[in-house]
């Protein structure tokens, strides 16, 4: 079993910049792929980024790429999200997720989820 806790949402205004954070645990950090992904109030969830297991692989949604940034520090079994440039249609809420590694990292289904941070980006 894996455990997910984001933090770091919050109200931002457009052009803004955010940092979210996952902390993980339950299980050795390295051996799970994490991706982030976004539900806006009325749509589908949406995939947002994802990194592999030792950090070597990245992959984004083509509307995010440019300006989201997806890391982790294995150390920390913490992953991040950098967001700029932020804009009213990325409200949200954002949520992480973990697979394990030796599923494809641009695979969309993931076994463990967070309970997400709301992100705002209004003026």
């Known amino acids: 079993q894996v455990r997910l806790v984001e933090s770091g949402g919050g109200l931002v205004q457009p052009g803004g910049s955010l940092r979210l954070s996952c902390v993980a645990s339950?299980?050795?950090?390295?051996?799970?792929?994490m991706g982030w992904f976004r539900q806006a109030p009325g749509k589908e969830r949406e995939f947002v980024a994802a990194?592999?297991?030792?950090?070597?692989?990245?992959n984004y949604a083509d509307s995010m790429k440019g300006r989201f940034t997806i890391s982790r520090d294995n150390t920390k079994n913490t992953v991040y999200l950098q967001m700029n440039s932020l804009k009213p249609d990325d409200t949200a809420v954002y949520s992480c997720?973990?697979?394990?590694?030796?599923?494809?990292?641009?695979?969309?289904?993931?076994?463990?989820w967070g309970q997400g941070t709301q992100v705002t980006v209004s003026s």
């Open positions: 997720a973990a697979k394990p590694d030796y599923l494809p990292v641009t695979s969309r289904e993931y076994d463990y």
């Open positions: 339950g299980r050795t950090f390295s051996y799970y792929h």
């Open positions: 990194i592999s297991g030792i950090g070597r692989t990245t």
